[in-house]
C-alpha cells in the first residue's frame, strides 16, 4: 500500500550536467502531475502525464525539460543542463480520477545545483 | 498568470482560537477545490475538498466555505492547535480547465500555544 514514491530525495548536481528525477505513482494511479516549489514561492504545475502520454506540458520550460511516463515503470522528469535557477523541490503526485479527486503526493526530491 | 490566489503568506493564530484562511480564484470555470497542509521537507498531503455543488463541508475541526459568486472559498480550523503550524494550499480543478490542479501561493500558518 505505497504511497507515491519519488527518488532520489536529495540530488546535487553542478551546472551543465543532467538531472533525472523518478516518479512512481500510488498503486492504480494512472495520472502524473509534476510540481516545482522554488524557494519563498507555491506550487507550480509542470506538467500532467497519462501512461505513454503527455496530456498538458503547458507549465514546463520549452528547452531543456522533458517528461515521460512510459507503460512500464515510473515516470522520468529529466532536466539537461542545469542551471543555479533548477535549484528547487520537484514534487510528484498522482490520482484515480481526473479533475475531481484528490491529489497524492510524494515527499518531493530536492535538487541543488552548484 | 496566477488563477488561485492566497494573498497572505502567513498567518498567526494563539491556540484554541479560529484559524481563517482564504483563497481567491479567478476561472469560472473551476468545479473542484481542495486544501493541502504541508510541513517541511515533506510531500502536501490532502486535508478536505469540495465541489461547486455545495457551499460548505466539513470534517472535524476543519470546514472550507466556498462562495461562487465571489471566486472565493475559505478554510476554517476550530479550534486551533500548535500541530496545525504548517503551510497551507488551496487548489482548484474542473474538467473544462484541461484537467490539471492550479495551485496557490500558500499560507503559512503558526499556531502559538
Known amino acids: 500500500n505505497a504511497g507515491v514514491m519519488q527518488n532520489p530525495r536529495h540530488l546535487v548536481r553542478r551546472r551543465g550536467q543532467e538531472a533525472r528525477l523518478r516518479c512512481s505513482p500510488m498503486?492504480?494511479?494512472?495520472?502524473v502531475y509534476w510540481y516545482r516549489q522554488l524557494p519563498e514561492e507555491g506550487l507550480k504545475f509542470m506538467v500532467y502525464l497519462q501512461k505513454e502520454n503527455i496530456i498538458d506540458e503547458s507549465g514546463m520550460p520549452k528547452e531543456r525539460f522533458s517528461a515521460e511516463f512510459p507503460k512500464e515503470g515510473p515516470s522520468i522528469l529529466r532536466i539537461q543542463q542545469v542551471v543555479r535557477g533548477d535549484s528547487a523541490a520537484y514534487f510528484c503526485a498522482s490520482s484515480l480520477l481526473t479533475g475531481t479527486g484528490e491529489l497524492f503526493f510524494g515527499e518531493g526530491s530536492r535538487l541543488t545545483v552548484l | 498568470d496566477q488563477q488561485v490566489k492566497q494573498n497572505s503568506p502567513s498567518l498567526s493564530v494563539q491556540e484554541g482560537r479560529i484559524s481563517i484562511l482564504n483563497c481567491d480564484y479567478t476561472?469560472?470555470?473551476?468545479?473542484?477545490f481542495l486544501w493541502y497542509k504541508k510541513y517541511p521537507a515533506e510531500g502536501p498531503t490532502f486535508l478536505i475538498s469540495i465541489s461547486s455543488i455545495k457551499d460548505k463541508n466539513e470534517d472535524g475541526r476543519f470546514t472550507v466555505f466556498l462562495n461562487k459568486s465571489a471566486k472565493h472559498l475559505s478554510l476554517h480550523i476550530v479550534p486551533s492547535q500548535p500541530g496545525d503550524s504548517a503551510v497551507y494550499f488551496c487548489a482548484a480543478s474542473g474538467e473544462s480547465t484541461g484537467n490539471q490542479f492550479y495551485f496557490g501561493t500558500g499560507t503559512s500558518l503558526t499556531v502559538i500555544p
Open positions: 498503486k492504480g494511479h494512472s495520472h
Open positions: 476561472n469560472s470555470m473551476f468545479d473542484y
